[in-house]
Structure formats: structure tokens, C-alpha cells
């Protein structure tokens, strides 16, 4: 078994690398290698300092830092915002915060859908 935990762990991180091949800039590639070595704090200032928010985001919703992803999406990443209320709504509704959810839900102006759904 954890022959096949580290076989899976390297896959995940030859994918990262392919990934971050992708990226223009050099900080945000840098900033993935980081997450892969889980060096958080250094890729969440690689990524505020190429101005790569949205990659930012994403990495605060992986980590469950709902607020810091809300603020960031509020300040620098509007295209995500509604996306990231809605992670956000789910991770409530996941979690039992009912209410959060609906705010989340209501933000993410997918209350008439996802209330119903969710209460029945």
C-alpha cells in the first residue's frame, strides 16, 4: 500500500510539473513546485507578487482559508467571485452550516436553485 501511496504522490507531481510548464510567469510556476513541497506561505507570496490571484484563490479554497479566498476574490479576482461564494456554499452545506450555506448560496446568486435542493 504505500508503494501505491508514493506512486500516486509522484503522478500528482509530474502533473504539477507539466502544469507549471504551462504558466508565463516564472513566480507562478515557481509558486506550484512550492505547493507540491508544501510550502504554502512561499506559493501564497509567489503568487500576490505576479499578480496571480485567481491561482491564489484556488489555492486558499484547497486549503479551506474561505475567508482569505473571499477577500481575494472581492479585491483582485471579480471573474471568480460568484464561483468562489459557490465552493463556498457547498463546503458549508457539506459541513452542516446550513445557513452559511444559504448566504453562500444567496451570493453566488444560486439560491432559487441550490436552497430547494439542498433544505428538500
Not at 4 to 28: F, I, K, M, T, W
Not at 73 to 84: C, G, V, W
Not at 103 to 118: D, Q
Amino acid at each position: 500500500k504505500q508503494w501505491y501511496q508514493r506512486r500516486v504522490r509522484d503522478a500528482r507531481g509530474a502533473q504539477a510539473l507539466r502544469d507549471a510548464a504551462n504558466e508565463p510567469e516564472l513566480n507562478a510556476r515557481v509558486a506550484m513546485l512550492a505547493i507540491q513541497l508544501g510550502m504554502l506561505e512561499e506559493a501564497e507570496q509567489l503568487y500576490s507578487s505576479c499578480g496571480r490571484y485567481d491561482l491564489l484563490n484556488k489555492l486558499y479554497q484547497a486549503n479551506n482559508h474561505w475567508s482569505k479566498a473571499i477577500s481575494v476574490a472581492e479585491r483582485h479576482d471579480r471573474i471568480h467571485l460568484r464561483s468562489t461564494y459557490y465552493n463556498f456554499a457547498r463546503h458549508c452545506e457539506l459541513s452542516g452550516d446550513i445557513g452559511a450555506a444559504i448566504n453562500g448560496y444567496e451570493k453566488s446568486e444560486t439560491l432559487r436553485f441550490e436552497v430547494p435542493r439542498m433544505l428538500f
